[in-house]
Nanobody, 117 residues
Framework: QVQVVESGGGLVQPGGSLRLSCAASGSIFSIYFMGWYRQAPGKQRELVAG???????NYADSVKGRFTISRDNAKNTVYLQMNSLKPEDTAVYSC???????????WGQGTQVTVSS
């Protein structure tokens, strides 16, 4: 079992920055991939950024050059640094941790990010 807890969402003006955190606990040794997903009203959930246990990262085209995913192994935490935020980045952002025994992964409760002036 793995538990993930997100934090760091909020309201920010266009062009601003936010950093999201995803803290994992439990059987963290079994995690091979952690990703940040988002879902805007009326839209499907999409993968924003992911990082493997080996440190490889991938990003959605819409956030490349603006968002950075990173991790602190000592804190069992993955971060999503979001810069140059746009109104279209507004969504509920959720963290997912995948293990071989649960390929759909473990989800956190999500955190709201609102980009508005």
């Amino acid at each position: 079992q793995v538990q993930v807890v997100e934090s760091g969402g909020g309201l920010v003006q266009p062009g601003g920055s936010l950093r999201l955190s995803c803290a994992a606990s439990g059987s963290i040794f079994s995690i091979y991939f952690m990703g940040w997903y988002r879902q805007a009203p009326g839209k499907q959930r999409e993968l924003v950024a992911g990082i493997t246990s080996g440190g490889n990262t991938n990003y959605a085209d819409s956030v490349k050059g603006r968002f950075t995913i990173s991790r602190d192994n000592a804190k069992n935490t993955v971060y999503l640094q979001m810069n140059s935020l746009k109104p279209e980045d507004t969504a509920v952002y959720s963290c997912n941790a995948k293990t071989l025994s649960k390929l759909e992964g473990y989800w956190g409760q999500g955190t709201q990010v609102t980009v508005s002036s």
